[in-house]
């Protein structure tokens, strides 16, 4: 049920480090395991957070986001939630390499699918398009089911560059990565049908 009259607040926040991101491969619907690093930042955000009222914990159903999650909701102790709408954008063939081999091997499909904007698409995979409504999707669902709730999101860094370009009136960024802080707390909020965007880059949490 929507409740246009109560607002849910949302915390959105990209896993910690894995494996694949060390090594600046993309990951997509695949996964890597965290770094022992990554670890101990799911761990440091855990003690931050403990500092803000929360109600849950909404994931990705990805390893690499329920491991974070799961590290933070060591000192959290909320019920945790997953759905799968929340995943990384789906890169097909693409995901495993680098930007850099992209660039070198097939430079010229990269080149016309970063001038897509919202209709970028890897060879066998999905929109940002697709990707951006599907993770729309599941946070007003999730506001539907626990209206007036602070709920901390544990997902994907494209799933966050989605998100705040679209509600920001911006384009969807291309495949060099630059834009938000990766490892930074990002505050979305939800009434009814609609998203808005509260703040970005609100906690220093890495």
């Known amino acids: 049920m929507i409740h246009p009259e109560i607002t849910t607040r949302f915390g959105l926040i990209r896993h910690a480090e894995t494996v694949w991101n060390r090594a600046k491969r993309i990951q997509g619907h695949q996964d890597s395991p965290l770094t022992p690093e990554g670890e101990l930042q799911a761990a440091a955000w855990g003690r931050a957070l403990h500092r803000l009222r929360w109600d849950r914990i909404l994931s990705s159903d990805t390893g690499r986001a329920m491991a974070t999650a799961e590290r933070i909701n060591v000192h959290l102790g909320l019920p945790l939630a997953l759905d799968r709408r929340l995943r990384e954008l789906d890169w097909g063939r693409w995901a495993s390499r680098t930007v850099a081999e992209l660039r070198a091997e097939e430079g010229p499909l990269v ?96």
Request: charged share 20%; proline share 6%; glycine share 12%.
């Open 111 to 206: 080149a016309q699918q970063e001038r897509a904007g919202w209709d970028f698409r890897p060879p066998d995979g999905e929109s940002r398009r697709s990707q951006l409504e599907r993770s729309r999707q599941a946070l007003l669902e999730a506001a539907g089911c626990w209206p007036g709730a602070s709920i901390l999101v544990v997902t994907h860094g494209g799933v966050l560059k989605s998100l705040v370009h679209h509600l920001s009136g911006g384009q969807p960024l291309t495949t060099d990565g630059i834009g938000l802080s990766p490892y930074q707390l990002h505050w979305i909020s939800a009434a009814g049908c609609h998203l808005a965007l509260e703040g970005l880059d609100d906690l220093p949490i890495e």
